[in-house]
Every structure is written in structure tokens, then in C-alpha cells.
């Protein structure tokens, strides 16, 4: 399953910016989220949310100031991104699993990298200062 994601740019520091990430119709995903990753360094979790309770869970760099939302009528899920500084510049990926769990995970579950399967293409976020 391909994830479709889309909306960065180049924005001043300051400013704002909405992503969008889109699964195809008729897919399921039982939790969605946003990780991005800066030249040189490793991928790092931004924010994420269960599909089933709305549940959304955030990396501390971007709490207050980074909104993770969905529409699950269109299977879109979204992230505002308000108030950016040049360290939030990075390629922007969104992820996806179907995987439906026999308990209620917590935050670090929703963190990492192996918890999703699928995966979209990045979406440059430039930040100048």
C-alpha cells in the first residue's frame, strides 16, 4: 500500500504549513503518522494517531505548536505545522499499519518506525530563518 503525502515547501521561520497524506480507498490503517528526517541524521517520530479513538500523540519538539488530524470519510489525515524554526526543515514521511492490536498501546508504540508497514514518499519542509 502506497501513501501519498504532500504539502511541504519553503516557508519563513514563523510561518506555517499543512501536509496532507492520503491511502488509497477501501484501505485500512489502524494508526497513521508523521515522521521526518534532516540530512544526516536518523528518522525521527513527530506525531501520530490511533484511527480507531482519535488519540493523538506527539513528539515533545513539536507539542503546541504541531497538529496531527484526520478525515477518515476521505482517508486523509493531516499535520498543521505552526510556528516553525529552521530545525524543523527535514523530509517528511507518513506512515501507516492495518495491524489492529489485542491492547491498548502506549505513546512509545505510536514512536517507533516499526510499528507502521506502510509507508509514503517524503514531502520537503524548507525553513529559513
Known amino acids: 500500500v502506497q501513501l501519498q503525502a504532500s504539502g511541504g515547501g519553503l516557508v519563513q521561520a514563523g510561518g506555517s504549513l499543512t501536509l496532507s497524506c492520503a491511502a488509497p480507498?477501501?484501505?485500512?490503517?489502524?494508526?497513521m503518522g508523521w515522521f521526518r528526517q534532516a540530512p544526516g541524521k536518523e528518522r525521527e517520530f513527530v506525531a501520530a494517531?490511533?484511527?480507531?479513538?482519535?488519540?493523538?500523540y506527539y513528539a515533545d519538539s513539536v507539542k503546541g505548536r504541531f497538529t496531527i488530524s484526520r478525515d477518515g470519510g476521505k482517508n486523509l489525515m493531516y499535520l498543521q505545522m505552526n510556528s516553525l524554526k529552521p530545525e524543523d526543515t527535514a523530509a517528511y514521511y507518513c506512515?501507516?499499519?492495518?495491524?489492529?492490536?489485542?491492547?491498548?498501546?502506549?505513546?512509545?508504540?505510536?514512536?517507533?518506525?516499526?510499528?507502521?508497514?506502510?509507508w509514503g514518499q517524503g514531502t520537503q519542509v524548507t525553513v529559513s530563518s
Open positions: 494517531l490511533s484511527w480507531r479513538n482519535g488519540r493523538t
Open positions: 506512515a501507516g499499519d492495518p495491524k489492529t492490536l489485542g491492547y491498548v498501546p502506549d505513546s512509545t508504540y505510536y514512536a517507533k518506525s516499526a510499528s507502521y508497514n506502510y
Open positions: 480507498e477501501r484501505t485500512f490503517n489502524a494508526r
